[in-house]
């Protein structure tokens, strides 16, 4: 008798809240330890991507405007989730090539991460507001708000940790995020597509897309409707092509070494926009 043959998973992209495969058609097939074939990916085209930054634009009123209590709840939500499914995570990681015993670790730190952003999403305000002097009969109050869009670049390794902890700090000051996954480890990121699918997130928050970077990195830099680059682990050369674009509409941009994994309150800072107002201290 003949050994059956898996169904292989066509890992889609991750859209408006929705799992749609590339306009382009295109897939590539990914292969994990001794050269199995283990999934298709989908290639993301320059389509994809406008798409995606519509969707990002459209969840912002409602993500940035939504109380910090609710999207530390939604982000803790997620953690949950993937505890529950922490041998999942852990197995895919293992096909794509992580040791089995640093991919459980590297679970349960991405889990930690994501409660250790939930717990900051009503608290960084408060560390980062303040009260300013003025020589008149007023208060004076600066307060960080989020920037808007922010194009996502995670770090070719590890899979799942360092996509969230490129993510997590964007989506927790009320930013949406277009992020592109690990080339070498994209089905971390789909499957945890899935987790945020079923976390509560307003469906545009965090869209994610697999694809080549060479092919995105123009479009992800130069579109005019995003207001911030994440990138996390590129080359010198990907650095001086993002500083030159990002300046065309004045993109905030925050470049991080790939090993640069740890929560950090700084990182949420990096795409905020610093609100002032006065207010008057007696009103006739």
């Known amino acids: ?162 996509f969230i902890a490129a993510i997590a700090p964007v989506i927790a000051g009320g930013n949406t995020a277009v992020a592109l996954a690990s080339p070498d480890f994209p089905l971390s990121a789909i499957s945890l597509a899935e987790v945020l699918h079923d976390s509560d997130l307003p469906g545009g928050v965090v869209n994610i897309l697999t694809g080549d970077l060479a092919e995105l990195l123009p479009h992800l830099s130069t579109h005019m409707d995003v207001n911030g680059i994440a990138a996390h682990g590129q080359s010198d050369e990907t650095h001086r092509l993002l500083r030159e674009n990002a300046a065309l509409n004045i993109k905030r941009l925050a470049l991080h070494p790939a090993t640069n994994l740890s929560g950090d309150p700084y990182k949420i800072l990096a795409f905020q926009e610093t609100k002032t107002t006065w207010h008057p201290t007696h009103l006739r």
């Open 1 to 162: 008798m003949n050994e059956r043959l898996p169904v292989l998973k066509t890992y889609k992209l991750f859209i408006g809240g929705k799992f749609p495969r590339t306009e382009s058609g295109r897939a590539r097939a990914l292969k994990g330890k001794a050269g199995r074939l283990i999934a298709n990916v989908s290639l993301a085209s320059r389509k994809d991507f406008r798409n995606a930054v519509v969707a990002a634009r459209a969840a912002f009123p409602g993500w940035s405007g939504a109380t910090a209590y609710l999207r530390g709840q939604i982000l803790y939500r997620a953690a949950e989730m993937l505890e529950g499914r922490a041998a999942q995570f852990a197995d895919e990681l293992n096909a794509q090539g992580t040791p089995p015993a640093r991919a459980r670790r590297e679970v349960a730190d991405a889990i930690d991460l994501l409660v250790h952003y939930a717990g900051w999403t009503d608290k960084f305000p408060a560390l980062f507001s303040t009260v300013n002097p003025v020589a008149s009969a007023h208060f004076n109050f600066s307060v960080p708000e989020p920037t808007g869009i922010v194009a996502v670049i995670a770090p070719p390794a590890p899979g799942l940790l360092g």
